[in-house]
T-cell receptor, first 112, second 117 residues
């Protein structure tokens, strides 16, 4: 079946450090891939997405490239800020019923 | 501004009581979803509805019920049959149609935190 695996957190970084949050997936066909972000006490917001192999999604300095050969969609940011502290969720959609398959989330804490 | 509203933000329930969580959207989206979020478990799908007057069980529907009488509204009732209802509940919506760059994003409300006393 379809599944998403994210690296476990929490991840703790200093401001301006480089961030990578790993996400790998298992899916039939050609899924769309997403990163959502959840700030403390809030709902989820779409951060970026990619809908076909080799696409790169980007937003707010974050990037992720859809790698079909490694079934990965790793999230990266070159220089994190304290305001990036949040929980990040990787998700995929591979079916016709519009249901998203979610990773467990990775908590990021950025210290000044 | 278009968006999804959930109310209340915090809800306290005594054991044995049913409670209803509100979710309203003015995005003209066809599909709506209810998720439950527990620490360390990510999001789990409770119910979803693709169109008015139709809904399907998600992965953890036991102890919950929903209705979809209007396109804009998808209330969730947490019944006394739900053994461990304390959690953060998120409502989301999605525009039905062909999957494309413009339509394959789920939009989320701010959530309701339910605590059983």
């Amino acid at each position: 079946g379809n599944s998403v695996t994210q690296m476990e957190g929490p991840v703790t970084l200093s401001e301006e450090a480089f961030l990578t949050i790993n996400c790998t997936y298992t899916a039939t066909g050609y899924p769309s891939l997403f990163w959502y972000v959840q700030y403390p006490g809030e709902g989820l917001q779409l951060l970026l997405k990619a809908t076909k192999a080799d696409d790169k999604g980007s937003n707010k300095g974050f990037e992720a490239t859809y790698r079909k050969e490694t079934t990965s969609f790793h999230l990266e940011k070159g220089s994190v800020q304290v305001s990036d502290s949040a929980v990040y969720f990787c998700a995929l959609n591979a079916g016709n019923n519009r249901k998203l398959i979610w990773g467990l989330g990775t908590s990021l804490a950025v210290n000044p | 501004d278009g968006g999804i509203t959930q109310s209340p933000k915090y809800l306290f329930r005594k054991e044995g009581q049913n409670v209803t969580l509100s979710c309203e959207q003015n995005l003209n989206h066809d599909a709506m979803y209810w998720y439950r979020q527990d620490p360390g478990q990510g999001l789990r799908l409770i119910y979803y509805s693709q169109i008015v007057n139709d809904f399907q069980k998600g992965d953890i529907a036991e102890g919950y019920s929903v209705s979809r009488e209007k396109k804009e509204s998808f209330p969730l009732t947490v019944t006394s049959a739900q053994k461990n209802p304390t959690a953060f509940y998120l409502c989301a919506s999605h525009k039905r149609g062909e999957w494309s760059m413009s339509t394959d994003t789920q939009y989320f409300g701010p959530g309701t935190r339910l605590t059983v006393l």
